[in-house]
């Protein structure tokens, strides 16, 4: 079952599970806050490894405006500690290897969107991951699977959405920033 992309206004789907290393998650809990939720393809994709290298280095400016970041990867907890877990990243990452919450959140596949990379240019990001030591591992989960990023806001509605058009897309670190300054949430 095919769920509809989310729009701005919307409340953020339901989200409760246990996080990468096995401590309960509830979404709704961070309320009060905003929260930046994002979703990966697989926990060795090399252009995840770089933008998660890229939330680390940000995190400490994002937090001192409040905001909780969220990871989500369709891969196991395993597979998260094995690879993004390597970097020790300050926020806390999600397991969803049924793809449940890519569903709710609807977070989509796209052959185009795969194609898209290698046609348009991922030749810079892709020297960049190389030059991180991000190299490829196990595939797991779609491998065409198209990144999403949400800004929830305080009341849990969604105050920005976007879905990437390629498999390294995501919503701009400034768009973020800018986001958060409006302060619309």
């Known amino acids: 079952m095919r769920h509809a992309r989310l729009s701005r206004g919307d409340m953020a789907p339901k989200l409760q599970t246990s996080d990468w ?35 680390i280095a940000t995190h400490h400016t994002f937090a001192a ?40 959140f609807g977070v989509e596949t796209s052959w185009l969107g795969f194609m898209r990379a290698w046609t348009i240019g991922i ?16 595939i797991e989960g779609n491998l065409n ?14 105050v920005d959405v976007f879905y990437g058009k390629d498999i390294g897309d995501h919503m701009p670190l400034q768009r973020l920033h800018d986001g958060l300054r409006v302060r619309t949430y």
Request: glycine share 10%; aromatic share 12%.
């Open 21 to 55: 290393k096995g401590r309960p998650f509830d979404l709704a809990s961070l309320r009060g806050g905003p929260v930046f939720l994002s979703f990966y393809r697989y926990a060795s994709c090399p252009l995840c490894n770089l933008r998660i290298h890229q939330l």
């Open 65 to 104: 405006k409040g905001l909780t970041m969220v990871a989500v990867f369709q891969s196991p907890a395993e597979s998260i500690a094995r690879y993004i877990g390597r970097q020790v990243p300050p926020f806390v990452m999600i397991p969803d290897p049924e793809m449940r919450f890519y569903r709710r």
């Open 123 to 138: 030749g810079r990001p892709l020297r960049a991951v190389l030059g991180k030591g991000f190299m490829p591992g196990m």
């Open 145 to 158: 699977r198209i990144p999403a990023d949400f800004l929830i806001g305080t009341d849990g509605t969604l």
